[in-house]
């Protein structure tokens, strides 16, 4: 088909701008291709008349046109002219349910967050940070990061670590996804657990099964066949969501039985920093570097919104793992790899743990005593740490309206569905990162009682 000047210029949106003409007549053609009011194979009218037409000069028509050509929107065909050549896109299979954002009973306060130390500790980089810094990172890492986290693990975690052992990550939840591209497929997580954490494995497509977890921590004599797995998640430190400490004897059970099956353990350290009655218990992974991945990030201490974190990989995994990583996303964010790396060599970051410690243990202790006064019934499982506290055993109907009563009040909380072995029905997790004060726990606690009826 064939249009011509006149039909054409109906199409342009208004009259001929004084200025700007070429981009004017480009952006109304494009316009008009891609709206379909020139459906693909129009052959457009030529230069010399739509110029006349529209009252700019013919080299203002060649060269919108030829930009257009540039751009695959039309074919310049020779002898016939220009045709319109883009195509509309095709309907594809339905879009993917979008993943929804609930908010997690883990996610911190945003008002701890070190605005202002961290916006000097961001300056001081840029002010120092060479220019060939600033092409793509290590994909394993900033040197300077991955020095001082193996430092900080040592220490503060008991980890068996030197720098070369460390991969800075976007988070725990980057580490399941590099395992699974580096071959890791057949999965076992903790029943409890983070929900996400087994949703996100299966959407990799991995082969995902639960073992179950009671108050000393994973069951892994449960695992029936270790020998079928590559990998087993454990929240060793603080069980999430029950908050049990993993017993001596089943972290060496599980290592035992790693060794025996060939899977690796992969050591979820995600809030570890914030136990509040004594030092946290250190990692799995110094009893077995070997067979133990160790996971930790400062989703919990800084902000979730920073996807920075830490894994500490046996040696048979590490190049796997670091060609995962560059074929993710060619590394981690160097200005802010720096940053942290300054906020751990300067002891600033433990400056700052240490008053979120204070902060949230004050806010878990007034839930805890608002809880005993308005719900003296409800059995609250778990050592003194992190940012959420486990409700056991409500039952479906009461958890249920626990946690709608809870999201009225802005509270997060997650229905775990089944329960412990130990504590079983239907219990609540319940994030007490956002509980400001007295009134804040008192109304959540308020909340709880009323659903229990
Ligand atoms: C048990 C557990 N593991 C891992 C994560 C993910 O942490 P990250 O933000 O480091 O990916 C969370 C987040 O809340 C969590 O609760």
Redesign the pocket.
């Known amino acids: 088909m064939r249009i011509d000047a006149e039909a054409l210029a109906v199409h342009l949106a208004g009259p001929v701008p004084p200025s700007g003409r070429t981009a004017w007549l480009r952006a109304g053609l494009r316009r008009a291709v891609v709206d379909g009011a020139l459906p693909p194979g129009t052959t457009l009218p030529g230069a010399r008349a739509l110029a006349a037409r529209l009252g700019v000069a013919r080299g203002t028509v060649v060269e919108a046109v030829q930009q257009l050509v540039d751009e695959g929107y039309l074919t310049a065909r020779p002898r016939s002219g220009v045709v319109v050549s883009w195509q509309p896109l095709a309907r594809g299979p339905a879009p993917a349910a979008p993943v929804p954002r609930v908010p ?1 009973p ?2 911190p306060d945003g008002a701890l967050y070190p605005r202002a130390a961290w916006a000097r500790l961001v300056r001081g980089v840029l002010a120092r940070v060479p220019g060939d810094d600033l092409g793509y990172p290590p994909p394993a890492g900033h040197p300077e990061l991955r020095a001082a986290l193996a430092d900080h693990l040592r220490r503060t975690r008991g980890a068996d670590v030197d720098p070369d052992d460390v991969v800075v990550v ?6 399941g996804a590099l395992l699974v591209a580096a071959g890791l497929r057949r999965w076992a997580v903790e029943r409890p ?2 929900p ?2 087994g949703a996100q494995l299966r959407r990799l497509g991995a082969h995902v099964v639960e073992a179950p977890v009671d108050d000393r921590g994973l069951v892994a004599a449960a695992l029936d066949d270790g020998g079928a797995l590559d990998a087993v998640v454990v ?1 060793a430190a603080h069980q ?1 969501p029950t908050g049990c400490v993993l017993a001596p004897e089943r972290r060496q059970d599980l290592v035992r039985r790693a060794r025996a099956g060939g899977f690796v353990v992969v050591e ?1 350290d ?2 570890a920093e914030l136990r509040y009655d004594r030092d946290p218990v250190g990692v799995v992974q110094a009893l077995a570097p070997d067979v133990v991945v160790l ?6 201490t800084l902000a ?1 919104a920073l ?1 920075l ?1 830490w894994m500490v990989a046996p040696p048979r995994l590490r190049a796997a793992v670091v060609a995962a990583k560059h074929t993710a996303d060619l590394g981690s964010p160097v200005v802010d790899q720096l940053a942290l790396a300054g906020m751990l060599t300067s002891g600033a970051y433990l400056r700052h743990v240490r008053r979120v410690r204070s902060a949230y243990r004050a806010r878990r202790d007034a839930l805890l005593e608002a809880l005993a006064r308005r719900a003296p019934g409800v059995t609250v499982t778990g050592v003194s740490a992190g940012l959420h506290v486990y409700l056991a055993g409500l039952g479906a109907p009461a958890a249920r309206r626990a946690h709608a009563a809870l999201e009225r009040l802005g509270v997060a909380a997650q229905v775990v569905p089944g329960g412990p072995v130990h504590l079983p029905g239907d219990g609540l997790v319940l994030g007490f990162a956002s509980l400001r004060d007295a009134a804040a726990a008192d109304a959540a606690a308020r909340a709880v009682a009323d659903a229990l009826g």
């Open positions: 997690s883990g996610q976007a988070g725990v939840a980057q580490v657990g983070s996400g954490q929240t999430y979820d995600y809030d996971a930790g990030s400062v989703s919990k979730p996807r974190g």
